[in-house]
């Protein structure tokens, strides 16, 4: 397979979507752009700040990518190219798309409040409380893989090479923090216009590649680099938007759209010069295995006999494990509450609410498409496990794509780029998470008809934002010291489950307003179903392990296997629960709408 012909197919595909079922989407709901919106109604200059689309775009995006869409499709290319590109394309436009882009406008129409207000003005106090701890889970498991993540690209481990990328990552991704508070504070209340807006923000980026690529002293453990983050996601999810959230996401949304501009430039004139050639299969079979092979198909073993582990691939069934797997790529509950928690309450107009719901996801999809290429271009190496992370991948794929239509020199410094701009979607994912969670952990002791403002004693305690927010931190981190690989498949699963629940939060409240809400029906069921076999599978394998004994052994061992199978647990249950009381809400809806008619 050409992977420009696939690249460009999916473009097509995803503008139509837009173009076509967005449109009909926000006349279905009414979306309407002379309404109040909650960034204007309730303008506080911390959170509730009203900007421009393409700064909010640049929030909304850089936050929900984090490393869904590069990870999920290059694990599960291991089932082939057909299976994952249909999944991303159909799941994104009639899926991931509509359940973004609606549970934004649901929230807009709640005054900026997350789903859990949602769910309780159209369902009940009880079903809110569940959804809020549902909702406060999966945004712990995404601070822990995501910090683990980030990590591992900015430690040193002791490869010269890996290290010296690894150092110049860390550095320059300090350098733009560091300059975006200084964007925050300087153009703090000044009106730049839209074109300068954009040419200095571009200035800026290349001032901090330069710098971070010429200084970066910084040779410090992952283990270290986790404290490192503890700390900054502490400050970054309690300071204003203004200061840090809203310039660092801006700033750092050019280095991703100049990531997709690189790596679609690259595709296309490898197609032309005929060097754009995908190997991965086709479709590999309903099951696969992680075990690294070679040329021919054989295993490959180490010095000791054992089979290698390719860790950059997934492992399975195809049923549910595709759908999990490729996650932020087709659909993602966490884009729910980026929407509904920080995106809603800097929406100018509602006009917005498309491009920015609707449309960001479908950017995210045409960035799973070009990590789905980026394997084919490393198959072999991707095969025989030479690679520790997905994002090796990502980047070693493109950046070798780039040196055949640049030359050998352009090399080195892409993979750079590339590593530092999956280093960055994981960063601004992961403070906005623990903002989120921070609002979803305060939501959690405010009972039904009461307000923060109105609490007392140990309520009024644990739904201070600080205290919130480090127990968050400390939950997460501590977590998120087993690994990624470890927590990818519980977050996966939550997180597809959310996207579910999400879905059904935002059909009742349309339901209640006398919109149409029958598009979300089969996107719910699905994902209900793809999340609740996957968290089954997930419980028998953590019971296993300890009727087996082999607990010990794990990542975190015995402490570390139990608490996944707690939370698993859980997640499965709440997801029942929550899911029975949406259906005979829906159920409800339906017959007084029979009989009113």
């Keep these: 397979m050409n992977a420009m012909v696939l690249l460009i197919v999916a473009l097509v595909v995803l503008v139509l979507g837009y173009v076509f079922y967005g449109r009909w989407l926000a006349d279905q709901w009414g979306v309407d752009p002379a309404r109040t919106t909650p960034a204007h109604e309730l303008a506080d200059g911390v959170d509730y700040v009203a900007a421009p689309p393409y700064v909010v775009l640049g929030h909304h995006f850089s936050s929900i990518a984090g490393a869904g869409p590069i990870n999920g499709p290059i694990q599960a290319a291991v089932f082939g190219w057909v299976p994952v590109t249909l999944w991303i394309l159909v799941g994104g436009i009639f899926f991931g798309a509509m359940h973004d882009f609606g549970s934004l406008f649901a929230s807009l129409r709640h005054r900026g409040r997350t789903l859990a207000i949602v769910v309780r003005d159209n369902m009940d106090g009880a079903a809110k409380a569940m959804f809020t701890i549902f909702a406060y889970m999966t945004l712990v498991l995404i601070v822990a893989a995501f910090a683990s993540i980030v990590a591992g690209t900015f430690g040193v481990t002791g ?32 009106q730049i216009p839209g074109v300068s807006n954009i040419v200095l923000a571009v200035v800026v980026l290349v001032i901090c590649i330069s710098a971070g690529m010429s200084f970066h002293p910084l040779a410090l453990s992952p283990s270290t680099w986790m404290f490192v983050l503890a700390g900054y996601i502490l400050v970054a999810s309690l300071a204003p938007v203004w200061i840090l959230l809203q310039p660092r996401d801006y700033l750092s949304s050019y280095l991703l759209y100049g990531m997709i501009i690189l790596a679609v430039v690259g595709i296309v004139g490898a197609g032309i010069q005929g060097s754009a050639t995908l190997d991965i299969p086709a479709f590999a079979g309903f099951t696969v295995s992680n075990a690294a092979v070679d040329a021919s198909g054989a295993p490959i073993v180490d010095s000791d006999g054992a089979a290698v582990i390719n860790n ?3 492992s399975g069934y195809l049923f549910p494990v595709l759908f999990i797997t490729i996650a932020c790529g087709a659909i993602s509950g966490f884009h729910s509450l980026v929407a509904s928690g920080t995106t809603s309450k800097q929406i100018d107009t509602e006009a917005h609410a498309r491009p920015i719901g609707y449309g960001g996801m479908l950017i995210e999809c045409l960035l799973a498409i070009i990590s789905l290429c980026a394997v084919g271009f490393v198959w072999a ?16 794929g493109l950046s070798t794509v780039l040196a055949s239509v640049y030359g050998e020199q352009a090399q080195a410094i892409s993979y750079q780029l590339l590593i530092l701009a999956a280093s960055a979607f994981c960063l601004t994912s992961l403070d906005t998470a623990t903002r989120l969670a921070r609002y979803m952990f305060q939501e959690l002791w405010v009972p039904v008809g009461q307000t923060m403002d109105s609490l007392t004693g140990w309520r009024k305690v644990l739904s201070n934002p600080y205290v919130a927010t480090v127990i968050t931190v400390v939950f997460g981190l501590t977590l998120g010291m087993t690994g990624y690989r470890i927590i990818w498949p519980l977050f996966g699963a939550a997180n597809q489950l959310l996207a579910s629940l999400a879905m059904l939060a935002v059909a009742t409240w349309l339901g209640n307003i006398g919109r149409n809400h029958k598009m979300f029906y089969l996107p719910m069921a699905f994902m209900l179903v793809v999340a609740m076999s996957s968290l089954g599978i997930t419980i028998v394998e953590k019971v296993g392990l300890f009727t087996s004994g082999a607990a010990a052994a794990q990542a975190g061992g015995v402490v570390g296997v139990a608490v996944q199978l707690a939370i698993a647990l859980l997640l499965f249950v709440l997801g ?5 009381r949406g259906v005979r809400t829906l159920r409800s809806l ?8």
């Design 159 to 190: 490869n010269p090479v890996a290290d010296e990328r690894n150092m110049t990552t860390a550095s320059i991704s300090l350098f733009y923090i560091l300059f975006a508070v200084i964007w925050g504070v300087a153009l703090r209340g000044r």
């Design 312 to 314: 950059a691939a997934a």
């Design 381 to 396: 190496e991707y095969q025989a496990g030479e690679f520790a992370t997905p994002t090796q991948v990502f980047a070693s």
């Design 576 to 580: 029942i629960v929550l899911a029975a």
């Design 590 to 597: 339906r017959n007084q709408q029979s009989q009113a008619a």
